[in-house]
Structure formats: structure tokens, C-alpha cells
């Protein structure tokens, strides 16, 4: 995966007017793909994009599965201690406070 290639399909669909659920599926291919080539940069950047479109839909619950597989794949990376990670940690923040769930919202800040 080239994520530069990534990201101007992704700018196609959404500038196209696609359907989320066309952009979800090339989201979810795209963190497919990224997976099997082992690239978990593209993977987390893919997922990060994922968590906003799920975000931006409410679809909280698919929200949190998303949060946590980035969560979990940076630290397993040794990544905790990067400023990528603090921004997945505001990301998760604001997923659960847009979903109404306050008190957890304010562990990842």
C-alpha cells in the first residue's frame, strides 16, 4: 500500500459523493491490505480514518472496536511513548465523549 495512493482515492470517493458505505468498504480493504503487507503504518492510518468516519456516522460501537485494534497495535509496536499514539489517545477521547460516555472519555486525555 502507498499511502499517498491511499489517501487521493479515499479524496476521490468522499469528493464524489460516495455512499459511506462505499467509503467504509475501501476503508476496510485498504486495512486489509495494509495487513497482509505488514504495513501498520498504513494500517493505523487507514484505522485512524475508519474511527472518524464511523465517529462521524455515531456508529459508536464499531467506533470502539476500531480505538482499541489501534490502541492495541501501537503499544504492541512500542509506540506509547510517540506523539502518534497521544493523538490516537485524543481520538479515542473524543469518540467516547461524543458518544455521551464522559468518565471514560477522560482516561485517554
Do not use: H, P, W
Not at 468522499?14 to 459511506?20: A, F, I, L
Not at 467504509?24 to 505488514?38: G, P, T, V
Amino acid at each position: 500500500m502507498i499511502i499517498k495512493d491511499f489517501y487521493e482515492k479515499l479524496a476521490v470517493l468522499v469528493n464524489s459523493g460516495s455512499n459511506d458505505e462505499v467509503i467504509e468498504k475501501y476503508l476496510k480493504d485498504s486495512i486489509n491490505e495494509a495487513d497482509e503487507e505488514k504495513n501498520y503504518t498504513g494500517y493505523i492510518a487507514v484505522c485512524n480514518e475508519l474511527i472518524g468516519l464511523y465517529r462521524s456516522q455515531k456508529n459508536f460501537d464499531n467506533a470502539y472496536i476500531a480505538c482499541e485494534d489501534i490502541l492495541t497495535l501501537m503499544d504492541s509496536m512500542g509506540l506509547s511513548e510517540n506523539v502518534n499514539f497521544a493523538d490516537a489517545l485524543v481520538t479515542v477521547a473524543g469518540v467516547y465523549r461524543d458518544a455521551g460516555r464522559l468518565s471514560e472519555s477522560q482516561r485517554y486525555y
